[in-house]
């Protein structure tokens, strides 16, 4: 069964950073495509960056320049490295698994800065 868990989630100040990991269980993560997606209170989820099972990388215009998304595949775990953060950036985040053709997604991580 293919779990993925989030963690690294946390409240930090504007401008301050914060890397969120996105461990999995019962698949190989370089196998796959990952995804990171947020979701603020009273709005839709976005996608915010995703990395293929290439390693080729897209960003959100509202992350590029301050978010890097990558992999370790000794730990079968993708991280989301995110600086500079803002206001704005407050948003329950998840993580995203295209795994041999289905979606999965991890059960979501706060994150909240404050001005």
């Known amino acids: 069964q293919v779990q993925l868990v989030e963690s690294g989630g946390g409240s930090v100040q504007a401008g301050g950073s914060l890397r969120l990991s996105c461990a999995a269980s019962?698949?190989?993560?370089?196998?796959?495509?990952i995804g990171w997606y947020r979701q603020a209170p009273g709005k839709q989820r976005e996608a915010v960056a995703r990395?293929?099972?290439?390693?080729?990388?897209n960003y959100a215009d509202s992350a590029k320049g301050r978010f890097t998304i990558s992999r370790d595949n000794a730990k079968n775990t993708v991280y989301l490295q995110m600086n500079s953060l803002k206001p704005e950036d407050t948003a329950v985040y998840y993580c995203?698994?295209?795994?041999?053709?289905?979606?999965?997604w991890g059960q979501g991580t706060q994150v909240t800065v404050s001005s």
């Open positions: 995203w698994g295209l795994v041999r053709g289905r979606s999965y």
């Open positions: 019962g698949t190989t993560l370089s196998d796959s495509a």
């Open positions: 990395i293929s099972n290439s390693d080729s990388t």
